[in-house]
């Protein structure tokens, strides 16, 4: 866990330094609710118990822009709309959403092609869909599902720029890499996954939007590939607490063996994957760059140094080719990152992460920690 020191969070500051917003652009909220018309209309969601990413989006977001961060940026609008939850990570949202009145807007007429910048702070991460649809309407926007206080104070309350220029440093390090090994060991077995990158650039979440169509991951701070071939097994530990091997072939989950916990939760997940093949995608390799605090949450806790994760699913936001339409079912179609750390995975040892590139080999991380190889790089 770090120890760094934070400055108070900002709204001011991190949209400064996120977007750079210009004179006159527009900018809005999206939150998820399960029943979106009742909790928005008059912000009943305040007076619900539970609601609390909403509420502190509210809060801290909504509030802020109306008590004069708009207009200290020279933003206009600050509207606020929530959709229905989607129910799982990255699924395609609805169209319709609702405002305080609990007028029924859509989001592909009303929304996207009129703002300029786009919050959308959810339970489920809408990174991909909201990924799509910037390229579609042009506009710049940030993903903060699952926000917490913690995260406020922390992934939230950093500069970004050093961020990005950090994020650059390991990025550039860490590119054109042939394959990368992991060893898992769960108790006494050890085993390796292997991900061929195909030399790929390798990208960077740095929280940076200030350019074109893009959409930011907030709290940002990792290093990514889309893998070109997977072999071997990984651990994969359930909600529920269930423990299994996953067998890999050709980039797919194609079976696995039950350790412990719910054998109905681990056959329910094999049969989704082997009857819907896309669902089970190795579609991502992440390594997290920044010194934070856990927050309890994976959208924060991936970007933590030392730390590393393997997604399955969706990959077309990344640069990948798994589309929803890739999908038998829609509600497979989603993308789920695998995050191994210490808080996260404490049945999961991973003794060593090794990289290749032309020949040569390089120690990413021991026993979740960063090598010399990657603070060398950190340090530039």
Partial sequence: MSQQEFPPFSLSRLLRCVFAPKNGERIC?????KDPERSMTSFAFLKEPGNEIQKLAYEHFYQGLADGVAKELGLSGGEIFAYRETGGSNLDLPQDAFDPTGKRINLESEVYP???????ISTFSATAPLTAFCKQYGFRGATLHGLNPIILSSGLSVDYDAVSATAEKMRAGMTKADKVE????VGGEQQTLTLELGQ???????????????VANLPAGEIYFVPTGAVG????????GTLGWMEVEDCHIVGGRFLKGDRKTFDAYIAKVTNDPAAGEIGELGFGTQELPVSGRDIQDEKVLGTLHVATGRSDH???EIT????????NATHEDILFAPHKTPDVAVPQVRWFRDGRQEILIENYQASEFIRQLRAG
């Fill in 114 to 120: 009129k703002y300029d910048i786009i919050l959308c």
């Fill in 318 to 320: 990344l640069g990948g």
């Fill in 29 to 33: 909220i999206l939150l998820d609710f």
């Fill in 233 to 240: 097994q990984f651990p994969l530990v359930f909600e529920d």
């Fill in 200 to 214: 790929q650039e390798a990208q960077k979440s740095h929280g940076l939007c200030r350019g074109g169509a893009d």
């Fill in 324 to 331: 929803p339409d890739k999908f038998k079912h829609a509600g």
């Fill in 182 to 185: 992991i060893d898992f060991v």
